[in-house]
């Protein structure tokens, strides 16, 4: 984005610094959005941080209830099978 403008805003006694409403809307940051907030060479940069963290499959892994009978390899490759025929025949 190029800068067209230099604005100028104040820190308050709390720390707290108001972006203008131009550049909220143009970045659509409405109240309560999360902002990264990191110190470069050239000054201050924010940037909206992920809705969600990252995660890792073993972080995640066993979340959803089952309650069946534990699937066998061949179950889930039939399974694979099966919905891939579905979808090839939907085409």
């Known amino acids: 984005m190029a800068r067209t403008e230099q604005i100028v805003t104040t820190v308050s006694t ?15 940051w409405l109240a309560g959005t999360r902002l ?12 909206q941080a992920p809705a969600f963290p990252d995660a890792k499959s073993e972080d995640v892994f066993g979340m959803l209830p089952f ?3 534990p699937k066998t390899l061949e179950d889930m490759e039939a399974g694979v099978l099966a919905e891939a025929r579905r979808r090839h025949d939907c085409d």
């Open 14 to 28: 709390k720390g707290q610094v108001i972006l203008p409403a131009a550049i909220r809307l143009r970045r659509d």
């Open 67 to 69: 309650t069946g009978a």
């Open 36 to 47: 990264i907030v990191e110190e470069t060479p050239e000054g201050v940069l924010l940037k």
